[in-house]
């Protein structure tokens, strides 16, 4: 085989090659990258103050997901990210023992087109789930959610609150997950 053959064969093979690596570099960049967490406690939170946990990607801020409880059984949840990233998917679970019913406000603005809202009782707990993907404008700013939770004290376990996200940043996608308890029984 001569030099001539040998390029001959690299510039048939050279566009199936850069292709390929076009749709790995692509598929690595979509998959969602799990951002580092500050301020993260397994320990029961404080009422009447605002919780926070921030979520870095490589030292650079990009979320903070911040949960308020008050002890009539109120919560609002928030998430604040990066002027540089949109808000794509958001899945709120509030976990009650017993019967617990949670009463959610929508935010004003919208359409909120793709909203998927499920209760589901498991192994005693009372699972209030609310999922929300392809915010599109919405996914934009901060998110303020208020929900209410009751009854508050027929039962003595934590009420736990879980917020899982995924940002946007051009192709980039990160994603986080934050958790909080409150005891509304104790005190």
Do not use: Q
Not at 110 to 117: E, H
């Amino acid at each position: 085989m001569d030099f001539d053959e040998i390029i001959e064969r690299v510039d048939r093979r050279l566009p199936v090659i850069v292709l390929l690596v076009m749709i790995i570099s692509l598929a690595y960049l979509s998959v969602p990258k799990e951002l580092k967490v500050y301020g993260y406690s397994n320990e029961l939170r404080k009422f009447d103050n605002w919780e926070t946990e921030k979520f870095y990607w490589k030292g650079e801020w990009m979320a903070d997901v911040d949960v308020l409880a008050g002890k009539s059984g109120n919560l609002e949840v928030s998430i604040t990210h990066s002027g540089s990233t949109n808000l794509e998917y958001l899945k709120i679970i509030i976990k009650s023992w017993g019967d617990g019913t949670v009463y959610m406000l929508f935010p004003e603005g919208g359409p909120w087109d793709n909203v998927r809202i499920r209760k589901d009782i498991e192994s005693g707990y009372t699972i209030n789930e609310a999922e929300f993907s392809n915010l599109g404008l919405i996914g934009e700013g901060t998110l303020t959610f208020e929900y209410l939770v009751t009854p508050i004290c027929a039962f003595n376990y934590p009420v736990e609150v879980r917020v899982d996200f995924v940002l946007a940043e051009g192709i980039k996608r990160y994603k986080g997950t934050a958790y909080y308890a409150y005891d509304f029984c104790s005190g």
